[in-house]
């Protein structure tokens, strides 16, 4: 229908006006698919980008192999790789053949003989307003904790975690723990339900699942206000 195939009356006037509007957020919209401005950031945000030159970047990285060998020396290897790239089962690649390193150790633990060491790896305000910091080594504590506790469990190299964690300092400390020993971790949303938390736990053939203790999601009700705090080794309230 088009916008003056629509007569004066006081009803159709008001279809007029939507099909009216209708007509001028599509053409908005359509502008804006073929945008074409650049937005250049501000010298003070190149100044403080980790890539300073993207077109500098794009041309490195024609070499992918060099590029990504580039990158893996930024972490450090308990053992160091023979081969970066392996395509011969294109397309079931291989990198860094031969070489050993750990994410958890990297992210956490060599840090600790630096400055970094007290530094805030954490922050995490919950939905009570309560604010956790956790430095670098105190997250090492807790991971190496978590990790133990899994062990002990029986969790091995390859086994798999399933986690129906909120998100929370805990979640994170249970995911580097798991890296950490070699074992798979299959986050699931805590607000899935029975059901798909149980098609998750098989579908992963999960060892272990952990879960919160407590946890207390903010609400809001008219101008009423309850809020549950994650119970942190029991030091957790319900205001």
């Not at 209708?22 to 502008?31: H, L």
């Amino acid at each position: 229908m088009h916008v003056d195939d629509v007569d004066r009356h006081p009803t159709h006037q008001t279809v007029k006006q939507v099909i009216r509007v209708a007509i001028e957020e599509e053409e908005t919209t359509s502008v804006l698919l073929h945008e074409k401005r650049v937005f250049r950031p501000s010298k003070a945000v190149v100044e403080a980008a980790r890539v300073k030159d993207w077109e500098a970047e794009l041309r490195a990285g024609q070499d992918i192999e060099a590029y990504w060998a580039a990158k893996a020396r930024q972490f450090e290897w308990f053992a160091p790789w023979t081969q970066v790239l392996d395509a011969s089962e294109a397309p079931f690649y291989k990198w860094f053949v031969g070489g050993r390193t750990n994410i958890t150790y990297n992210a956490v633990d060599r840090h600790l003989s630096t400055e970094r060491r007290d530094r805030i790896a954490l922050l995490c305000v919950n939905e009570g307003g309560e604010e956790y910091k956790v430095t670098y080594a105190e997250l090492a504590s807790e991971v190496n904790k978590m990790a133990n506790s899994l062990k002990k469990l029986g969790v091995r190299k390859g086994d798999r975690v399933a986690m129906y964690l909120p998100p929370c300092v805990e979640a994170a400390v249970s995911m580097l723990a798991c890296a950490k020993i070699g074992a798979v971790h299959s986050v699931v949303y805590a607000g899935f339900s029975v059901r798909a938390l149980a098609d998750r736990i098989h579908d992963a053939n999960a060892e272990i699942l952990q879960v919160e203790s407590l946890l207390v999601r903010a609400a809001v009700l008219g101008l009423a206000m309850g809020a549950m705090v994650y119970d942190r080794e029991n030091r957790g309230s319900i205001p």
